[in-house]
């Protein structure tokens, strides 16, 4: 059974950084597309950022330049990594995969930026 399980979110001041990470159990994940995503209360989930198979990123917009995301094959895990965070990037934050066809989604992780 796949499982997604994030660590890392917290509180920080605005300008101030925070290292997410996703640990995937269930499988072995070196091949398949990895994502961090993110949600407030009344909006929809968007992505952040994504890492394909062969270490090719993809960052929105509202992120670019400032996150960075990464994979470590052999940890089956995936990280976040957030500087220079602004209030707006308040949010939950998901990891998810695909795996096998098939989207997995970790419970998500509190990430609170104060001004």
């Known amino acids: 059974q796949v499982q997604l399980v994030e660590s890392g979110g917290g509180l920080v001041q605005s300008g101030g950084s925070l290292r997410l990470a996703c640990a995937a159990s269930?499988?072995?994940?070196?091949?398949?597309?990895m994502a961090w995503y993110r949600q407030v209360p009344g909006k929809r989930r968007e992505m952040v950022a994504s890492?394909?198979?062969?270490?090719?990123?993809y960052s929105s917009d509202s992120v670019k330049g400032r996150f960075t995301i990464s994979r470590d094959n052999a940890k089956n895990t995936v990280y976040l990594q957030m500087n220079s965070l602004k209030p707006e990037d308040t949010a939950v934050y998901y990891c998810?995969?695909?795996?096998?066809?098939?989207?997995?989604w970790g419970q998500g992780t509190q990430v609170t930026v104060s001004s």
């Open positions: 998810t995969v695909n795996f096998q066809l098939r989207d997995y």
């Open positions: 269930g499988g072995i994940f070196r091949d398949s597309a």
């Open positions: 890492i394909f198979s062969g270490g090719r990123t």
